[in-house]
């Protein structure tokens, strides 16, 4: 299996969801691919923006179906989207004062925090969650 590569696993049973975690595994593997080509700002900080990105997107439709579902743990859950995307705005400042070797800070940190989020806290809260969502 190639580097961060989907697998049904990682799947929490809801298609909407599911979905958006495939994009945010490709997402990263192109993240993954540019800074072990080049570990230079210039080289990811487009695919960390859209990385941003499509996290914002996808927490803010994940956050909308936990709510919806009324789903006991939303509240911590959120809490670690925030920390999430706070630490990907912490190495987005550190690019910006030209810290250039992020790559292992960003792969470790990134790549560990996906596969345990989804693995972990979202398929803890898909079983609460309509599958219609």
Request: glycine share 2%; aromatic share 12%.
């Amino acid at each position: 299996m190639s580097f961060m590569a989907w697998d049904e696993n990682y799947s929490i049973d809801n298609e909407l969801l599911d979905g958006h975690h495939k994009e945010l595994f490709q997402i990263f593997r192109k993240l993954n691919e540019k800074c072990m080509a080049d570990d230079t700002a210039e080289t990811y900080s487009v695919i960390l923006d859209e990385l941003e990105a499509y996290s914002d997107y996808h927490f803010t439709a994940e956050e909308n179906c936990m709510n919806e579902a009324e789903y006991t743990y939303a509240q911590s859950h959120m809490l670690l989207h925030k920390f999430y995307m706070t630490r990907i705005l912490e190495i987005k400042l550190k690019m910006y004062r030209k810290e250039y070797k992020l790559c292992h800070e960003l792969i470790l940190f990134l790549g560990n925090w996906l596969q345990k989020h989804v693995i972990g806290e979202d398929k803890q809260m898909s079983c609460t969650l309509c599958k219609t969502v």
